[in-house]
Every structure is written in C-alpha cells, then in structure tokens.
C-alpha cells in the first residue's frame, strides 16, 4: 500500500524558489506513476505534473510548464518538486498522488484515490 507525506512548503517571495518532496512509505512506489495537485483557497484541485514509474515520461500543466521540474529517487521512495520563478498564483496546498499511470492524473483528480495530507506553499508579492 502506498501512504504519501509531503513536506517541503513554505511562505517565498514572488520569483523565488522552493522544492517539495513526497515520500512514500509503502512497498509499491516504484511500480506508480506520481505526481502534483494544488488547491488554491475557493478554487477546484487542479493538475500539477506527473511522472511514470521509471521517470520517463513527465507531463506538466501549461502554467507551470518551463518553471517546475518533477523528478523522482525509486531507491527512496520520494518524488519532487522544483519550483521555480514562482508567482504569487501559485500559491497553493500541494498534494501529492499516485496511481497506477501517467493518464490517471490526466483524468482528474476525482479519478485518484491515493493523497498525501498537503503542504501549503504561499507566494508573496
């Protein structure tokens, strides 16, 4: 069973950076796909990013594409996410998720089933 925990968040200034890490501590990370949510206050939880199981292939939405970097460490069990430029429309609670492939975190969040608790990135202006 995969259990997730973020950490990483925190409070940045507009063109900042930070990087979030999830760690699993289940025996299956290396057989899912993980990636980024976020869910701004009063607003729906959207996509962040995704990456297969062997690191291969990653798929990032469009307002974070060439700023945030997704990357995972199999023989850690952890995922990551670098942010960079950030802009105060980012902020965000950021859950991390798994499921079996790339395409489920393209369906939408309503499709997947395991969250880590989040972690809150504010950016100020």
């Known amino acids: 069973q995969v259990q997730l925990v973020e950490s990483g968040g925190g409070l940045v200034q507009a063109g900042g950076s930070l990087r979030l890490s999830c760690a699993d501590s289940?025996?299956?990370?290396?057989?899912?796909?993980m990636g980024w949510f976020r869910q701004a206050p009063g607003k729906e939880r959207e996509f962040v990013s995704t990456?297969?199981?062997?690191?291969?292939?990653?798929v990032y939405a469009d307002s974070v594409k060439g700023r945030f970097t997704i990357s995972r460490d199999n023989a850690k069990n952890a995922v990551y996410l670098q942010m960079n430029s950030l802009k105060p429309e980012d902020t965000a609670v950021y859950y991390c998720?798994?499921?079996?492939?790339?395409?489920?975190?393209?369906?939408?969040?309503?499709?997947?089933?395991?969250w880590g608790q989040g972690t809150l990135v504010t950016v100020s202006s």
């Open positions: 998720a798994a499921d079996p492939t790339v395409v489920g975190f393209l369906k939408g969040y309503r499709y997947l089933e395991v």
């Open positions: 289940g025996r299956t990370f290396s057989s899912y796909a």
């Open positions: 990456i297969s199981w062997k690191g291969g292939n990653t």
